[in-house]
């Protein structure tokens, strides 16, 4: 059993369009986190979220701590934001990973 | 700005050989992570070290792997031996404090042959 899922596993858009990834977890936490891994497998930090929501760019992410689900919206996509999207978990003690959404933005 | 070094960037190696990797975190992160991502999959925890002491190494193999930090700077993580399911990339990560968020390096993509 994963401690946290992610939806979907693979997402193809096309330039322009509204995205949304979504991720829920079954463990109590102290923060969620979304990360966006390059084909290159280099991994950069978005957001780090305990409640609400936090903007950055063209990125939103929120967070439902009573129902234990955070989306990633991605708003006017870009090619560039093809990579893969990883949610993760932190309990206090330790991170538990999702297996990541790999989106594909086509021109 | 302040970034994780990794090195090498990328190994080959044939099985049975030993391997080692090294992290240099970000100067004044107390946490230092070393995880295992096999391809299309999430980074697995190996080793969670706070300073020089070992936090968490539950998933580390401990019959093959390694990991130190012995002034609770950089840290080494070595296989031996190394076995052809250990192909993966290798990432490290150092965050400051529980508030923050992690820093991931570029990792090192292990190929055993």
């Known amino acids: 059993k994963n401690e946290v899922e992610q939806s979907p596993q693979n997402l193809t858009a096309q330039e322009g369009e509204f995205i949304t990834i979504n991720c829920s977890y079954s463990?109590?936490?102290?923060?969620l986190h979304w990360l966006q891994q390059h084909p290159g497998g280099g991994i950069v930090s978005l957001f780090m979220?305990?409640?609400g929501k936090k903007k950055h760019g063209r990125l939103i992410a929120t967070i439902n701590i009573q129902e234990k689900h955070s989306s990633l919206h991605i708003t006017a996509s870009h090619p560039r934001d093809s990579a893969v999207y990883i949610c993760a978990v932190h309990t206090g003690n330790q991170f538990y990973f999702g297996t990541g959404t790999s989106l594909t933005v086509i021109p | 700005e302040a970034e994780v070094a990794q090195s090498p960037r990328y190994k080959i190696t044939e099985k049975s050989q030993a391997v080692a990797f090294w992290c240099d975190p970000i100067?004044?992160?107390?946490?230092l992570y070393w995880y295992r991502q096999i391809l299309g999959q999430g980074p697995e925890l190996l080793v969670q070290f706070q300073d020089e002491s070992v936090v968490d190494d539950s998933q580390l193999p401990k019959d093959r792997f390694s990991a130190e930090r012995l002034k609770g700077v950089d840290s080494t993580l070595k296989i031996q031996p190394a076995e052809l399911g250990d192909s993966a990339m290798y990432l490290c990560?150092?965050?400051?404090?529980?508030?923050?968020?992690?820093?991931f390096g570029p990792g090192t993509r292990l190929t055993v042959l």
């Open positions: 990560a150092s965050r400051w404090g529980a508030l923050d968020t992690q820093y």
């Open positions: 100067s004044g992160h107390a946490t």
């Open positions: 463990v109590g936490i102290s923060a």
């Open positions: 979220l305990s409640s």
